[in-house]
Structures are given as C-alpha cells and as structure tokens.
C-alpha cells in the first residue's frame, strides 16, 4: 500500500510539472537557453521531448511500474545534473521552468532534484502489503509536514516577491511644485466654493480634468469614489465649463488636484497625480500640514 500511494504522490507531482511547462509553454521553452539549448526549433523539441516523459512517467509511476520510477529517477538526476553545471558556470537566477516560468536554477532546485532522484528510486522498494493504522497515521503526518512546508515556503516567497514590487513602485506621491498651481498657504475662495463644503467637511479637494484626458478618465472613478466620503468636499472641475477656475488657480494641466481648509480655503497640498494612490497622498500631505497647523 505504500508503495502504491508514494507512487501516484510522485507520479503527481511529475504531472504537476508538466502540466506548469503547459501553462506557460512559450516562456518554459525559452528558458531552455539557460542549459545550452539554442535556436527556436532546438527549444521546442527539448521541451515536448521533456513534457512527454513527464507525463508519460507520471502514468507509468503512478500506476506501480518499477522500471518508470527508476526512469523518473534516472530524470531528475539528469536535471539536477543539468542545474549544477548551470549554476557552476554562473547562470545562478537564470530561469530553468522546472516548475513553472518562475522557477530559477539555484542551490535548491539542484538539492530539490536530487530528493526527488532518491525518492523515485526508493519506491520500487516500499513495501506493497496492506499498511497498519500507524502506517497510514504515519504517512498522513508526513505528507502534512510536506504540505505545511510547501506552504512556508510559498508564503516567503510570496512576501519576497510583494517587496520587491513596493520597492519597484517606488512611493506613490503626487507630484508637488511650489511654482504650479495656487501657492501653498494662501487663500482659494474661488476653489473653496466649488467644492461646497458643509459642516462635516474635514477636507475641500478640487480636481482640475480636461474633456480628451485620457488619465483624467482613468482616474475618474477613483475621484467619483473619494467625494462619496462625507467627510470630504470634493469637486471636478472642467478645463471647459470651469476656464476661470483654471486660470485663478493657474494649474499645469490635468489631472491636478489642489486641497483645502475647508473653514478658511487656506491651501494645504496640491500636486499632479495619475491615479488614486497619489490622488490620496495629496489628502495625507493636506491633512500632515492642518495637524503641524494646530499643534504649531
């Protein structure tokens, strides 16, 4: 029995990585330059070569065949072989699709083959007679350990690859000159106005947008989204309809935004923004200033 269920976990995980190479087809064939294989037609037929022996050695191993988990093995030796002259020539992080686009050549896809060349090998010598209670409990525990630790690694993983995007992104501020727009501290009633502010009102927010602005469009339902805040007045003010507005004001272009003192229409922060982030780092700054107002 044992021999049974290592052989189709094995042979499952066979088919998981040819089903990833399946997924991703373009990206998994090319990632065969990293082992020497060049030239389109070369990577293509690597690749289906690889793709059908994974999955015809994952029918074969699931099914108890002795000679296909040899195979298998005999396989991941080869690609962990592979990996290590990879990594010894100083292709380290270089892509290798082993399981997926993202998989990388590195120390533990070499160590990762090299579990999986002994594991396959060890299955012909499992025991193949009915396991005990303990047995199974056993076994149930193991592949629990394994599936947790899976889970461990995927979740570093997945927080690597979330700082490195934030680090790529970058802070999202608006963009704040002092010679654009309204002057910093200087009183907007015109803006303040437009915005109609009400006894609730925390902060006034005029957004200058242009009719054939593309971003201003883009941007839209996330300004539409801000002003259902009871808390903020908010108002979209057309280069068009609101050319006054525009020329007191004295705005770059669109999409700019410019926050208010809703009691007096003192300017608090201003800047030009393309998306929502910014659009709300213009209200942070607005509101950092009135708190250093108060406390001042």
Known sequence: MVHAVAG???????????????????????????FGIRGARAQWAAWSAVVAAELALAVTVAVGLDAAAFAAAALMAAFGLAQGVALARGRRGAPCA?????????????ARNAV?????????????????????????????????????????????????LRLAIGPQQALEIPSEGPALGA????????????????????????????????????????????ALAVATLDEVRDAELWRVADVPGSPYAVALDPRDGTVLA???????????????TAERRMGEAVHG
């Open 8 to 34: 189709l976990l094995l042979g499952a995980l066979l088919a998981l990585a040819a089903a990833q190479k399946l997924a991703a087809p373009r990206s998994s064939a090319a990632a065969l330059a990293t």
């Open 98 to 110: 082993c399981f997926g686009a993202r998989s990388t050549v590195g120390p533990a896809a070499v």
């Open 116 to 164: 999986l060349a002994v594991a396959f090998a060890a299955v012909p010598f499992l025991p193949d007679e009915p396991a005990s209670t303990e047995a199974w409990l056993g076994l149930g525990l193991a592949v629990c350990g394994l599936a947790v630790a899976g889970l461990v690694v995927a979740v570093l993983a997945l927080a690597r690859e979330v700082g490195m």
């Open 187 to 230: 009183p907007a009633g015109p803006l303040l106005a437009a915005t109609a502010p009400t006894d609730r009102t925390r902060l006034a927010l005029a957004v200058f947008a242009s009719e054939g602005c593309r971003m201003c469009q883009a941007v839209a339902p996330g300004v539409a989204m801000l002003a259902r805040d009871d």
């Open 270 to 284: 201003k800047g030009t923004f393309n998306g929502l982030a910014q659009l709300e780092s213009v209200l942070a």
